[in-house]
């Protein structure tokens, strides 16, 4: 009889040691390859301006520098609008937006799944249709809506649109079909909880993965959001707006620009960072069923 192998003083029954060893290479592998752009990037953001117009290109910086984060924070001090005003509409609009779009996807989402009323298989059907289309299509109609309600060149008009975005509603809705029982709740009601409380401390703690990486997208998105034809006060814009305008300037900024593409993507990598392991469970159990 061939020896069981343990692990934990637990029998592992499904592949050998050297199998292991393989498939930990394998991914080790993998996810050397894939943070290479992110090396990259860096690289780029440390090269002087000699290298960074190299041909043929180089990957590896060889006289790493800091001038062009220098040279980046030299022109934020030339603006006339703040670059703390940047910063804080981003991260104002970025917060606001994602709550807002967290709660209300949420809500919609707890009502198409574990509440039956009538029109919601219709409902929901129009909520997939609409995934179909790009915010390019719509831009005019929502533009349209903001003027009539007085919106543009307000926070509001940015902010208002993320949130009802279909996506986040479509990913908390199959969320919670799979991961949230009806038993659980029919108990809950039982005992005399009330609808808006079984939402809040029922449903939403057993689709934290669900809501954890809705505010990935949501917040990355936001973040990244560069001009709007919502906004047209400069004090409103965003901070990638602001590097948009700085980066204008030709080619002569090419080393400031490269370093605003690193400053612009630690936020999102900090919150991702924070919540991967929820993000990998979403993907793992969204696509399951009972």
Not at 20 to 27: P, R, V
Not at 101 to 119: C, Q, T, V
Request: glycine residues 6%; positive net charge; aromatic residues 14%.
């Amino acid at each position: 009889m061939a020896r069981l192998r343990t692990r934990k003083h637990k029998v592992v029954l499904n592949r050998s040691a050297g199998g292991d060893f393989g498939i930990t290479f394998m991914l080790v592998l993998l996810g050397a390859f894939m943070f290479l752009p992110m090396i990259y990037a860096i690289c780029q953001s440390l090269k002087p301006l000699d290298e960074l117009f190299m041909f043929p290109p180089r990957f590896i910086v060889r006289k790493p520098t800091l001038d062009n984060y220098r040279d980046l924070f030299s022109l934020m001090d030339t603006s006339w609008v703040p670059f703390s005003r940047y910063i804080f509409n981003t991260v104002f609009i970025s917060i606001v937006g994602t709550t807002g779009n967290l709660f209300f996807s949420s809500l919609a989402a707890y009502s198409f799944a574990k509440i039956r009323f009538p029109g919601a298989k219709g409902m929901f059907k129009l909520v997939r249709t609409s995934l179909m289309f790009h915010s390019t299509v719509t831009a005019i109609t929502n533009f349209i809506i903001m003027s009539f309600l007085g919106m543009v060149d307000t926070y509001w008009a940015i902010i208002v649109p993320a949130f009802c975005t279909t996506m986040g509603l479509y990913l908390m809705k199959q969320f919670m079909d799979s991961a949230v029982t009806d038993a659980v709740l029919e108990s809950a009601r039982l005992d005399g909880a009330k609808e808006l409380r079984i939402f809040w401390q029922i449903a939403m703690p057993m689709v934290k993965p669900a809501w954890l990486t809705l505010i990935i997208y949501s917040f990355q998105g936001l973040w990244n959001a560069g001009s709007s034809i919502y906004i047209h006060s400069e004090q409103l814009k965003s901070f990638n707006y602001a590097i948009g305008q700085i980066l204008a300037g030709g080619i002569k900024r090419s080393g400031a620009g490269a370093a605003s593409t690193i400053i612009m993507m630690m936020v999102p990598l900090l919150v991702f960072v924070v919540s991967q392991s929820n993000i990998i469970e979403t993907m793992g159990s969204s696509g399951m069923k009972d």
